[in-house]
């Protein structure tokens, strides 16, 4: 997930499909965008894990959170099924 016009600071991300929620680490902004990865393949360098059965009815909702717990961006996408 990319997100920019961010203040400056650390922000994670969480994703959410269905039951399943996963927070990434905080990472700097970098200028005023900060990125942040999920990957479900193994030993993925510089990204978060999930699961390959992740996804859940075809839908993610990602959401960039600051270091004070506030949603700063939200986002939920329609997925194609691998």
């Keep these: ?3 920019g016009d961010l203040l400056p ?3 994670r991300a969480r994703v959410i499909s269905g039951s399943n929620a996963k927070n990434s680490p ?8 900060v990125a ?5 393949a193994p030993n993925q360098a510089g990204t978060t894990p999930i699961s390959p059965a992740f996804i859940q009815n075809l839908k993610v909702t ?3 959170i600051n270091e004070r717990g506030r949603t700063v961006a939200s986002d939920t996408e ?4 691998r």
Aim: proline share 4%.
């Design 26 to 33: 905080f990472a700097p902004t970098v200028g005023d965008e």
């Design 78 to 81: 329609f997925c194609r099924q």
């Design 1 to 3: 997930m990319d997100a």
């Design 62 to 64: 990602g959401k960039i």
């Design 9 to 11: 600071g650390n922000y």
């Design 36 to 40: 942040l990865d999920f990957d479900s």
